[in-house]
């Protein structure tokens, strides 16, 4: 029963506020009714429930030795029947030729038997004998027949329900013979309706004996039977898979009732039979102690809110009462007025906390008035406060203001600076071609015209000063390569490293057979990049690792790639590619550690140019290629240990893994 219900109120908000709203009596009545139904409810539900397990547990426990006693006679018939047949099957072709009427003799003793046959494995009749029409005996497909085929592969069989043309029923059975023919028999029902009629229980408890199919074979009622009735809508009867299993539960039957049922397996068989109750008299025992229980409660339930009620209103809401008079007086002005209620309980108790409440407010009252002009004058400060507290706001504001256009008139200044800087470089670069092509030029005309005349020492000048030239050119080439990384780049389109590597190495053939240097190329990735410039790259990289090598090994420089993977969320998503990788390792000299930042800057050399020619420019070249594609290059190195150049390109950037 609903509590909401009980009350009158359609909804849980509406109960709340009645409640809030109501006087105290009626709160408590509500609160009692609240605590006192859902705990009769949660018994009576218990006690049911244990009354009708334990009813369906006696009945199915009953349904069972019924189910099982019907099983038992039903197998114990058929194994006779198997018996019967096992022994004709014993009759050789020789035997039923010598005495034509041995089975009509076997036939007369059982009387459940209506018709006998005996045939060879091909299905050539070697004897029969009948009480009444062949049937059997007749059938011109008799090789094809399910009971002919399952019995001659070995297999007893024992079919389901048919009729005659006598109306008639009867079922046919067949056992395999030891020559390898076949033993049938047309057998009567009847005899398994007089079993199945034999069993009753309880008022409306039956048994009845059904195919896997659902058909029923065996019932009290034999109409049943000769009307064909099938429960194939219940699949959970066909579902019995082995001898002695059984299942339980409940459903509707061919008559539409809802029933309590039992099912057991008959062994070697295709048989079920089935044990069923309507559900009505296996619960009829609940349902009387369900009543029972509450019409019980109820006369329970009043009783205990009737004492339960007298008592609140004697202890708790007359006390009450003269409390809420006591405040109202209080309320009014009346502050000499007290609340003596007399009792020692906690009722008691809240009065003389409310009478010394009272005391407590009028000392209080004084002292309020006394820190309500304290905090008059705080309130002043406080407003004085503010208002300074606005002004610095206002003038912060102005500053910051002031601040972000100082800013951004220097970014448009740096962005102005940045653009000549690199017109200027361009520029210059081109400017100083032509006086260092001019003074070549003049240098060698001065060794092809004046060679004679020069001495020694002034071919040494013209020697020094065509150095100095072509190293100036050199100079103003790496240059003009660092400033174009940015000025004349390209864009960005799929790039295969691969494809780049072979081409940089195919460019520097003749420099490693005069070092006699190899270089060895992994598998790559194919990355969304300016070409021209990742050839730039793996060229400068590369030539550095031959440049730089010992001079007692051979140089060899290894390019390696591979994908960076991490978890994405801090560990908490799958692995994902955050970017490509590659490496360039070379054998050579190498660095100190504390130089793998320098390298990289214009200009900076670890070793004279005596030792190893070179502007100092390439690597810087490298970086910022490698900064305009959104990557990292990094260098490691221990002093004759040789140097690794490692390469980041991130996610982005790829396109397509190694193979």
């Not at 069923?276 to 409660?297: K, M, N, P, Y």
């Not at 598998?523 to 400068?540: E, G, K, P, S, Y």
């Amino acid at each position: 029963m609903n509590t909401v219900a009980v009350l009158g109120i359609s909804h849980p908000l509406a109960l709340a506020r009645r409640l809030r709203n109501s006087s105290l009596r009626w709160q408590i009545l509500s609160l009692l009714l609240v605590v006192f139904v859902p705990m009769s409810l949660l018994i009576g539900v218990g006690v049911y429930r244990f009354i009708a397990t334990n009813e369906k547990a006696t009945w199915q426990a009953r349904q069972q030795e019924v189910a099982t006693y019907a099983g038992i006679v039903v197998h114990d018939f058929i194994v006779r029947l198997q018996d019967y047949l096992l022994l004709a099957g014993s009759f050789d072709r020789a035997v039923l030729a010598q005495d034509p009427d041995l089975l009509d003799d076997y036939l007369a003793q059982n009387p459940a038997v209506l018709e006998l046959i005996r045939t060879d494995e091909n299905g050539q009749l070697l004897g029969s004998a009948r009480r009444e029409q062949a049937l059997l005996s007749d059938m011109f497909t008799l090789p094809q027949a399910q009971w002919f085929t399952e019995a001659r592969a070995g297999h007893p069989h024992f079919g389901g329900f048919q009729v005659s043309s006598r109306d008639e029923p009867y079922l046919i059975a067949s056992v395999p013979s030891g020559d390898g023919g076949v033993v049938a028999a047309r057998v009567r029902l009847d005899i398994l309706w007089d079993v199945v009629k034999q069993i009753q229980f309880g008022k409306t408890g039956s048994a009845y004996v059904i195919t896997r199919a659902g058909d029923i074979i065996a019932h009290q009622d034999p109409q049943v039977v000769l009307a064909f009735t099938s429960l194939h809508h219940h699949p959970e009867l066909k579902n019995v898979a082995t001898d002695l299993s059984s299942w339980s539960g409940v459903y509707s039957n061919f008559n539409g009732e809802t029933v309590q049922s039992v099912s057991r397996a008959i062994p070697d068989t295709d048989w079920i039979v089935v044990a069923e109750i309507l559900i009505s008299e296996a619960e009829a025992t609940s349902r009387i102690a369900l009543a029972l229980f509450i019409v019980g409660i109820t006369i329970l339930g009043i009783a205990m809110m009737a004492f339960t009620y007298h008592s609140l209103h004697k202890l708790v809401l007359s006390p009450l009462q003269e409390m809420r008079i006591g405040a109202v007086r209080i309320s009014a002005g009346d502050h000499d007025y007290r609340i003596q209620l007399g009792q020692r309980d906690e009722i008691g108790q809240l009065a003389d906390a409310f009478d010394n409440m009272v005391n407590q407010l009028q000392i209080r009252n004084t002292e309020l008035s006394l820190k309500t002009s304290e905090l008059a004058t705080e309130v002043e400060e406080h407003r004085a406060t503010q208002a300074q507290l606005r002004q610095l706001n206002d003038t912060l504001e102005q500053r910051i203001v002031q601040r972000t256009h100082e800013l951004e008139v220097l970014n448009a200044e740096l962005t102005r600076s940045n653009r000549e800087l690199q017109e200027f470089a361009y520029v210059a670069s081109h400017d100083l071609q032509e006086p260092l092509r001019k003074i070549r030029a003049f240098g060698d005309r001065l060794v092809e015209r004046y060679a004679g005349i020069l001495d020694e020492r002034g071919k040494d000048y013209i020697t020094r000063m065509q150095g100095s030239a072509a190293r100036m050119q050199t100079l103003i080439d790496a240059l003009l390569t660092y400033s174009r990384v940015t000025s004349k780049a390209q864009p960005f389109a799929p790039t295969d490293l691969n494809q780049i590597v072979h081409d940089v190495i195919a460019d520097l053939d003749l420099r490693l057979q005069e070092v006699m240097g190899k270089v060895t190329v992994h598998q790559l990735a194919t990355v969304d990049a300016d070409a021209i410039q990742m050839r730039l790259l793996f060229q400068n990289l590369i030539s550095n690792a031959l440049k730089f090598h010992a001079l007692d090994r051979p140089p060899l420089v290894v390019i390696e790639g591979s994908w960076v993977r991490e978890r994405a969320g801090n560990g908490a998503g799958p692995p994902g590619d955050t970017g490509f990788r590659f490496t360039v390792s070379d054998n050579g000299i190498g660095f100190e550690p504390e130089y793998a930042e320098r390298i990289f800057q214009v200009f900076q050399r670890l070793h004279g140019r005596s030792e190893y020619e070179g502007t100092g420019v390439g690597l810087a070249i490298c970086r910022k290629i490698v900064d305009r594609h959104g990557g990292t290059i990094v260098a490691t190195s221990t002093a004759g240990q040789g140097a690794c150049f490692t390469v980041t390109l991130p996610a982005n950037r790829c396109m397509s893994g190694p193979e």
